[in-house]
């Protein structure tokens, strides 16, 4: 414990006097201190914590399921087809360039990972309380496994989307190869959501309560069901302060060649999803001693 501990805590040496053997050393692990003292290298030290954390969320999801894993196809698909009557066929939603059932799940791709993203991460700590009580390892490791699981159901629920392009007989250009730096984005606004709402959640445990209500309005406030081309030009740049409309615009610009989303709105997304996860890994880092009483 201690060769892992050191790049993230201060260790302090007492001598304690046992009984036939004279003095031996006892280390005593305390959080660092610091407003900017994030530790994060310890991240690197508990990868094999992280990992077994990611593997332990995806057995406990599909264990025991008729179906398996294609509940990570099935929600995506059955909430296009919902969209496609509602919004494509009641309301007459139509986008440019690119059938609606494929516009829609190209968005929602990105937002499925987002919404699993934020909620896993947001309830993360609550949920390993006892995992917490008892054994001392980096509890930023608990939030980021719950993000970074739901990149299995992305993995999955994108091979539909291939098979959807090939039946519309849609070939993405150059453009696909910025998927990633898209995925990223997705992945980065959860982490830094997920981290203020799960150190939250444990001091306050009625945010645990709000997560589903935040990520149903953030649903809506996003362009999945429709384009962004609807939003009134003078709210157009609020509108674009939510990260997730980058998402969603890079990921049709990528694979469906729509216009993508401009430079200009992408690089403040970019800054405002940077600043919120800073805040948030410092605040998670000072509420992080007190997470074993409290959870």
């Not at 005593?28 to 094999?48: F, K, M, N, T, V």
């Not at 306050?204 to 809506?220: A, E, K, S």
């Amino acid at each position: 414990m201690t060769r892992h501990a050191a790049p993230f805590q201060q260790l302090r040496t007492l001598p304690v006097t046992v009984p036939g053997n004279g003095q031996r050393p006892t280390v005593i692990i305390q959080p660092s201190r610091g407003l900017l003292r994030l530790d994060l290298a310890a991240l690197w030290h508990y990868r094999e914590l992280l990992y077994f954390l990611i593997w332990r969320d995806v057995k406990i999801r599909y264990k025991q399921t008729a179906i398996g894993v294609a509940w990570a196809i099935l929600q995506p698909l059955l909430t296009m087809v919902l969209f496609a009557v509602v919004f494509g066929r009641f309301v007459g939603v139509s986008p440019e360039g690119a059938p609606y059932t494929v516009f829609t799940y190209a968005a929602l791709l990105p937002w499925y990972y987002f919404a699993q993203a934020v909620t896993e991460s947001g309830r993360s700590l609550v949920g390993d309380a006892a995992l917490i009580r008892k054994v001392y390892f980096p509890r930023l490791v608990i939030p980021l496994a719950a993000a970074l699981r739901p990149l299995v159901d992305f993995a999955f629920s994108f091979l539909v989307l291939i098979a959807l392009l090939a039946w519309f007989g849609i070939r993405p250009s150059w453009p696909v190869l910025a998927l990633p730096v898209f995925v990223a984005l997705a992945l980065l606004t959860a982490l830094a959501t997920g981290l203020w709402l799960s150190a939250l959640n444990v001091r306050y445990r009625d945010v645990g309560h709000t997560i589903p209500f935040l990520t149903q309005l953030w649903l809506f406030a996003s362009p999945v069901a429709y384009p962004v081309s609807l939003v009134p030009d003078a709210w157009r740049f609020v509108y674009s302060l939510n990260p997730m409309v980058g998402v969603i615009e890079g990921f049709r610009w990528a694979l469906l060649g729509q216009s993508g989303p401009l430079p200009s709105a992408l690089a403040v997304n970019a800054a405002l999803v940077l600043v919120v996860l800073f805040t948030g890994l410092v605040y998670f880092r000072r509420t992080e001693r007190t997470f074993a009483d409290l959870v």
